[in-house]
């Protein structure tokens, strides 16, 4: 292990390798439950709940490095010590950069739908996504979903209910009431949003 670097100005993490798993215990002040959203954008949903849940550690993921710049505006405007981001891609960081069983929750909120059929095999959760989910989340985990697209909500409860390792279980309130950035827009919009949430055994 052993793997990141940051400034200690910057929530942002400075990969030092990319096929270790980091090591937790060198990014956050204090050891707790980590929670990790995949796909974060401007990490405005993160970047607020971490700042309700100093008890617990969040990581923001997200490919696009702008985006990844504002978790760390927000986080450091708030003074958060609990925040980190990586600038990677979601699978990769499953497979590769987070150490196995080790978060508590995974937030995974209006991924990209690709919604032509031709590129539906572009999507992040897909067939072989479960087994990734289960292998990153500590017993008793949870992952959380939400899309505004019906067909990739098919999917997702599709390939989450035909594994063996995950219980479909009831979002709580206070995540229902806690808006993302897409969600707020196609609220705005009108756009029905759908939620779903699977727990592993404890
Ligand atoms: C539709 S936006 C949703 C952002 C945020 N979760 C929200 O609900 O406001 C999808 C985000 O995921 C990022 N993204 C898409 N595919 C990704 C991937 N495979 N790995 C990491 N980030 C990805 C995009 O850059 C974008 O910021």
């Known amino acids: 292990m052993a793997s990141a670097s940051s400034n200690p100005s910057d929530l942002i993490v400075e990969l030092r390798s990319i096929v270790e798993p980091l090591d937790l215990?060198?990014?956050?002040?204090?050891?707790?439950?980590?929670?990790?959203?995949?796909?974060?954008?401007?990490?405005?949903?993160?970047?607020?709940?971490?700042?309700?849940?100093?008890?617990?550690n969040?990581?923001?993921?997200?490919?696009?490095?702008?985006?990844?710049?504002?978790?760390?505006?927000?986080?450091?405007?708030?003074?958060?010590?609990?925040?980190?981001?990586?600038?990677?891609?979601?699978?990769?960081?499953?497979?590769?950069l987070l150490p196995p069983h080790s978060a508590s929750a995974l937030h995974i909120y209006f991924?990209?739908?690709w919604p032509k059929k031709r590129h539906h095999k572009n999507r992040l959760i897909n067939e072989s996504f479960p087994?990734?989910?289960?292998?990153?989340?500590?017993?008793?985990g949870v992952v959380y979903l939400r899309t505004d697209d019906e067909d990739y909500f098919a999917q997702m409860i599709g390939v989450f209910g035909a594994s063996k390792e995950f219980q479909r279980i009831e979002t709580p309130p206070e995540l229902?009431?806690?808006l993302t950035d897409f969600e707020r827009e196609f609220r705005a919009r009108g756009i029905q949003t759908l939620r779903a949430a699977y727990r592993t055994p404890a």
């Open 111 to 113: 991924p990209d739908p």
């Open 176 to 178: 229902v009431e806690l």
């Open 58 to 96: 969040f990581i923001g993921v997200e490919r696009l490095l702008g985006r990844i710049r504002k978790l760390d505006r927000k986080g450091q405007r708030a003074g958060l010590t609990n925040l980190r981001g990586v600038q990677i891609e979601s699978s990769y960081f499953l497979h590769y």
């Open 131 to 140: 087994q990734l989910v289960f292998a990153a989340l500590a017993p008793g």
């Open 25 to 56: 215990a060198e990014l956050f002040r204090k050891s707790q439950p980590l929670e990790v959203e995949l796909g974060c954008g401007d990490a405005s949903f993160l970047a607020e709940y971490a700042r309700r849940h100093p008890e617990r």
